[in-house]
């Protein structure tokens, strides 16, 4: 009985040649090995920001939702971009009664599960064991200006993280705004705050 037959000397050659084949694969896992169909891997990077961009989904009409924050926003830090130069960072009455209300539902999401209703800094994350946040109605944060308090909502400070992605520089006014309000109830009722 004739064990070894034409097929098995196939078999063995193509043996030979996968171990073959796998001995020659390197073993250094920072290269790079050979891609088949490298599109389907890594995808074209798209600037969403760019003005080639923009201009290409304008004429498609998908614009950005409304409310979106463009990451190349030039507004100056100064005074709010509502406010003509001459009123500085005071509002009138008229405006301040239009901006109150978006004042307060943005500190509403943003500030108040920190700051808390009153600005005191007893959110509810405090109560869970983060580090509660200054005062807002404390001398010191009274003694900052518009601005600093603008740049500070912006950039953030300390553990407080930067708001510039989520709000828009007029949202970031009427943050300014309802703090400022918070503060001023203190001074009209004679609260003493720490």
Request: aromatic fraction near 8%; glycine fraction near 8%.
């Amino acid at each position: 009985m004739n064990a070894f037959r034409p097929y098995h000397a196939v078999l063995l050659v193509l043996l030979l040649l996968i171990v073959a084949a796998t001995m020659m694969i390197e073993g250094v896992w920072t290269k790079r090995n050979y891609e088949f169909l490298p599109d389907m891997v890594t995808s074209v990077a798209v600037d969403a920001q760019s003005d080639r961009w923009r201009k290409l989904m304008a004429a498609r009409g998908e614009n950005p939702a409304d409310g979106s924050v463009s990451r190349s926003d030039t507004v100056r830090a100064d005074r709010p971009p509502f406010v003509d130069a001459q009123a500085g960072d005071s509002l009138a009455g008229a405006q301040r009664a239009r901006v109150l209300p978006r004042g307060r539902a943005v500190y509403d999401v943003f500030c108040l599960p920190c700051h808390g209703a009153a600005g005191d800094g007893d959110g509810e994350i405090t109560r869970r064991g983060y580090p509660p946040p200054p005062s807002l109605r404390a001398a010191n944060a009274r003694a900052l200006s518009d601005s600093a308090l603008y740049r500070i909502v912006s950039a953030g400070r300390g553990n407080m993280p930067s708001y510039a992605a989520q709000l828009t520089p007029a949202d970031r006014w009427t943050t300014v705004i309802y703090l400022r309000s918070l503060q001023q109830r203190d001074s009209n009722t004679g609260e003493s705050t720490p």
